[in-house]
Nanobody
Framework: QVQLAESGGGMVQPGGSLRLSCAAS????????MRWYRQGPGKERELVAG????????TYADSVKGRFTISRDNAKNTLYLQMNSLKPEDTALYYC???????????WGQGTQVTVSS
C-alpha cells in the first residue's frame, strides 16, 4: 500500500532552518509529482510547494517563496522541504502527498510538527 512518512520537524527560533523529509514506499515514486501541505492552528490545510516527477519544475506558495526549497531524490524514494528564515507564521503540521491524490479524498499521514518560537 501507499505509505508516506514525514520526519524532520521540531522547534526552532525565528530565522532558523529545518529540513523535512518524506519517505515513500508502496508505489513507483519516480513517476509521481509530489506536494507539501501544512495546517497551522485554527487554519485550513494549505499547499506549500509542489515538484514534478523528475524534479525539473517546482511551485511555491507566495508566503514561502525565496525561503523554502522543495526537492526529491528518486533513487532514495524521498521528498524534501528545506525551510530557511523561518517565521512564527510557519508553525504548522506539515504533510506530504502525491499530487494526484490531492484531487480526491485520501488518507493523510501523521505529518511532522514544525514550531517556530522564541
Amino acid at each position: 500500500q501507499v505509505q508516506l512518512a514525514e520526519s524532520g520537524g521540531g522547534m526552532v527560533q525565528p530565522g532558523g532552518s529545518l529540513r523535512l523529509s518524506c519517505a515513500a514506499s508502496g508505489f513507483t515514486f519516480s513517476v509521481y509529482g509530489m506536494r507539501w501541505y501544512r495546517q497551522g492552528p485554527g487554519k485550513e490545510r494549505e499547499l506549500v510547494a509542489g515538484i514534478s516527477a523528475a524534479g525539473g519544475m517546482s511551485t511555491y506558495a507566495d508566503s514561502v517563496k525565496g525561503r523554502f526549497t522543495i526537492s526529491r531524490d528518486n533513487a532514495k524514494n524521498t521528498l524534501y522541504l528545506q525551510m530557511n528564515s523561518l517565521k512564527p507564521e510557519d508553525t504548522a503540521l506539515y504533510y506530504c502527498a502525491r499530487s494526484a491524490d490531492t484531487t480526491h479524498d485520501h488518507t493523510w499521514g501523521q505529518g511532522t510538527q514544525v514550531t517556530v518560537s522564541s
